[in-house]
T-cell receptor, first 115, second 113 residues
Framework: GAGVSQTPSNKVTEKGKYVELRCDPI?????LYWYRQSLGQGPEFLIY????????DSGLPNDRFFAVRPEGSVSTLKIQRTERGDSAVYLC?????????????FGPGTRLTVL | AQKVTQAQTEISVVEKEDVTLDCVYE???????LFWYKQPPSGELVFLIR??????QNEISGRYSWNFQKSTSSFNFTITASQVVDSAVYFC??????????FGTGTKLQVIP
């Protein structure tokens, strides 16, 4: 089947605006992860879902960031009142089961630019 | 707290040379998993290998090999006879008791023809 897909691939917005980034995981994968990758850095963990619930949201930088996965499949990362520092590539990954052992499959990312 | 250190920011080699990418990790977990990912210029992270903390056997896959040493908390990656297609950023990563994966800052490998 298809891999992890993310939309849009690029998003340009103005400071203070609201944005939504979408992730479609691999069918059947119960675990879903969001990461943020700034230029020259490795991916930084934001949040992890097991099914519909956020099992670990310790990586969300502040309350402007929120993510949902209402039906246990597609997830949306929401950023309110965007700031220039939010500019980064946002990566989504999914894995088969709730275990560190399972490989995470990454999507191509959404490049967010806040002007 | 988990930490992954990739001290080499950029490496350049001439095609067909061997190259080793270093990775040092820190964790308090007794069970943990180590990973290597490749990120080509296209941007998508590609999984290369996973090791668990109980298996210190070195592994070879084609031109790739991995050396895991718990005594030095290192998980180094060697590419033999490098090729231009190996040019990419390589990330070492660590996952412990929880699902959170901690990535290193990456090593950019440039293979010159």
């Amino acid at each position: 089947g298809a891999g992890v897909s993310q939309t849009p691939s690029n998003k340009v917005t103005e400071k203070g605006k609201y944005v939504e980034l979408r992730c479609d995981p691999i069918s059947g994968h119960t675990a879903l992860y969001w990461y943020r990758q700034s230029l020259g850095q490795g991916p930084e963990f934001l949040i992890y879902f097991q099914g519909t619930g956020a099992a670990d949201d310790s990586g969300l930088p502040n309350d402007r960031f929120f993510a949902v996965r209402p039906e246990g499949s597609v997830s949306t990362l929401k950023i309110q009142r965007t700031e220039r520092g939010d500019s980064a590539v946002y990566l989504c990954a999914s894995s088969l089961m709730d275990s560190s052992y399972n490989e995470q499959f990454f999507g191509p990312g959404t490049r967010l630019t806040v002007l | 707290a988990q930490k992954v250190t990739q001290a080499q920011t950029e490496i350049s080699v001439v095609e067909k040379e061997d190259v080793t990418l270093d990775c040092v990790y820190e964790t308090r977990d007794t069970t943990y998993y180590l990973f290597w990912y490749k990120q080509p210029p296209s941007g998508e992270l590609v999984f290369l290998i996973r090791r668990n903390s109980f298996d210190e056997q070195n592994e070879i896959s084609g031109r790739y090999s991995w050396n895991f040493q718990k005594s030095t908390s290192s998980f180094n990656f060697t590419i033999t006879a490098s090729q231009v297609v190996d040019s990419a950023v390589y990330f070492c990563a660590l996952s412990g008791s929880y699902q959170k994966v901690t990535f290193g800052t990456g090593t950019k490998l440039q293979v010159i023809p």
